[in-house]
Structure formats: structure tokens, C-alpha cells
């Protein structure tokens, strides 16, 4: 009997490993208020997260094509004041 009252005195996810991980998968579909999101309601959220991601990855790209180009026009602006250095001068 002393043994029951010691394991139940356990935090759940000492007692049943399994069990804090079917919470987190419940914590995953909810909306952060304690509510369990319905089927639509998930697939809102997805199509909404799927195109903030797509927003980002295009913001990513058009950035780091202004990088390319700003870098390359440094090099060629580079390349032309070098050219343009007297040959005695250092």
C-alpha cells in the first residue's frame, strides 16, 4: 500500500513517460488558451503558417540578391579604381 502512495505522489511524466508526450501533441492543436483546435480551424492555421513561411523565404531571396548585386558592383567599382591607379603610385 505505501508503495501505491509513493508513485502516486509522482509527477505524471515520471510515472508514465508516454503520457507527457500524447500532452504535447494535445498542446500542439490548441490555440494557446486551452481550447483544442477543430479540423478546420488547423487547417487555417496551416495555410496561414505555410504562407507567412513562403513570405519569408521570398523576402530572404530578394535580400540576398541585393547582397549579390551590391557586392558585385563594389568589386567592379574596385577593379576600376585600381585600374585607374598611375603605375608609380602604391
Same mark, same amino acid.
Given at each position: 500500500?505505501?508503495? *501505491?502512495?509513493?508513485?502516486?505522489?509522482?509527477? %505524471? *511524466? @515520471?510515472?508514465?513517460?508516454?503520457?507527457? %508526450?500524447? %500532452?504535447? &501533441?494535445?498542446?500542439?492543436?490548441?490555440?494557446?488558451?486551452?481550447? !483544442?483546435? /477543430?479540423?478546420?480551424? +488547423? =487547417? #487555417?492555421?496551416? !495555410? $496561414? @503558417?505555410?504562407?507567412?513561411? +513562403?513570405? *519569408? @523565404?521570398?523576402?530572404?531571396? @530578394?535580400?540576398?540578391? *541585393? $547582397?549579390?548585386?551590391?557586392? =558585385?558592383?563594389?568589386? #567592379? /567599382?574596385? %577593379?576600376?579604381?585600381?585600374?585607374?591607379?598611375?603605375? &608609380?603610385? /602604391?
Amino acid at each position: 500500500m505505501a508503495m *501505491r502512495s509513493a508513485l502516486t505522489s509522482l509527477p %505524471a *511524466r @515520471i510515472r508514465d513517460p508516454s503520457a507527457s %508526450a500524447a %500532452a504535447a &501533441g494535445r498542446r500542439l492543436l490548441s490555440d494557446g488558451k486551452g481550447r !483544442v483546435l /477543430n479540423e478546420e480551424e +488547423r =487547417a #487555417k492555421e496551416t !495555410v $496561414y @503558417i505555410q504562407k507567412m513561411e +513562403r513570405e *519569408r @523565404i521570398e523576402k530572404q531571396r @530578394i535580400a540576398r540578391e *541585393r $547582397y549579390d548585386k551590391e557586392k =558585385a558592383d563594389a568589386d #567592379k /567599382n574596385k %577593379a576600376a579604381e585600381s585600374d585607374k591607379k598611375p603605375e &608609380g603610385s /602604391n
